[in-house]
C-alpha cells in the first residue's frame, strides 16, 4: 500500500511518495504466475510494477532476447 502523504516510510523508502503526483516502482508476482500457468516461460521472466497516479491504468514494457534477428513487421505477424 502507498501512503498518500508526502513524508518517509519507515518499511520502504519508495513508499513515502506523494500518490498523487509520483509513479512509485513496486514489487509483483505476476512474472512467476506466467511461469506457472505457461511453463515453457518458467524461471525465463523478471517483472516489476509500477504504482502510478491515475484511475484506471495497465503498462507492459516487455523486453527479449531473441535467438535469431527479426524485424518489427515480422515480430508484429508473429504476436
Not at 519508495?14 to 506466467?34: D, H, L, Q
Not at 524461471?43 to 497516479?53: D, E, H, I, S, Y
Amino acid at each position: 500500500t502507498q501512503k498518500t502523504v508526502d513524508g518517509p516510510s519507515m518499511k520502504d523508502w519508495r513508499g513515502g511518495r506523494a500518490a498523487s503526483f509520483n509513479i512509485i516502482p513496486s514489487s509483483t508476482g505476476a512474472a512467476k504466475a506466467v511461469g506457472k500457468v505457461l511453463p515453457a516461460l518458467n524461471g525465463k521472466l523478471t517483472g516489476m510494477a509500477f504504482r502510478v497516479p491515475t484511475v484506471d491504468v495497465s503498462v507492459v514494457d516487455l523486453t527479449v532476447r531473441l535467438a535469431k534477428a527479426a524485424s518489427y513487421e515480422e515480430i508484429k505477424n508473429t504476436i
